[in-house]
């Protein structure tokens, strides 16, 4: 029996805290949509809660979902700036799966016990995505490193020349 425990302790414990932090998956895990009011994830497939992390100009937020709530962040009162997200989603049947793990442990039924263990660990691993957003005067869009490097470019290139112009002017 202590070897089960010594056992749980080693699989579940870390899993409890680790959880959150995911593993990286294709894209295909969710649909994200960007409107001028924030950003939504439709989960491909189910899931038990999810976990969100929006960061960016200073600012981290954090926000829980639990199954069948809509994935959304509301990006109204953010600063304009560039945003990175990270959308953790717990798949569903974790909580069954670990329930059944921790019934094997109390009935010492250890090889049972133990495959559960190995499928708590690869079968329900969290899904993790990530990305980017930008908000510009109070409207969220979607984050193009091209086009906002261009923009970037095109700024810092009519500063010169206005600069270039006003060193001109006062040579004269």
Same mark, same amino acid.
């Given at each position: ?95 069954? $799966? ?5 019934? +094997?442990?109390? *009935?010492? &039924? ?5 495959? =559960? @263990?190995? #499928? ?19 409207? $969220? ?5 091209? +086009?906002?490097? *261009?923009? &970037? ?5 009519? =500063? @010169?020349? #206005? ?10």
């Amino acid at each position: 029996m202590d070897r089960l425990k010594q056992r749980f302790t080693t699989l579940c414990v870390p899993l409890l805290f680790v959880a959150p932090l995911g593993s990286a998956i294709a894209d295909d895990t969710v649909n994200v949509s960007v409107s001028s009011a924030g950003v939504t994830w439709q989960a491909v497939d189910g899931y038990a809660d999810a976990q969100l992390r929006v960061g960016g100009n200073g600012m981290d937020i954090e926000q829980a979902y639990e199954a069948g709530n809509s994935l959304r962040f509301d990006a109204y009162g953010l600063a304009d700036g560039t945003y990175h997200y990270q959308l953790t989603l717990m798949p569903s049947g974790v909580n069954e $799966a670990r329930e059944a793990m921790l019934a +094997a442990r109390d *009935a010492g &039924e250890e090889d049972t016990y133990n495959r =559960l @263990a190995d #499928e708590l660990q690869f079968d329900y691993e969290p899904r993790t995505v990530t990305g980017k957003f930008r908000v510009q005067n109070a409207v $969220a869009e979607t984050f193009d490193e091209e +086009a906002i490097a *261009a923009e &970037e470019q095109a700024e810092a290139d009519a =500063l @010169a020349a #206005e600069e270039a112009a006003a060193s001109f002017e006062m040579e004269d």
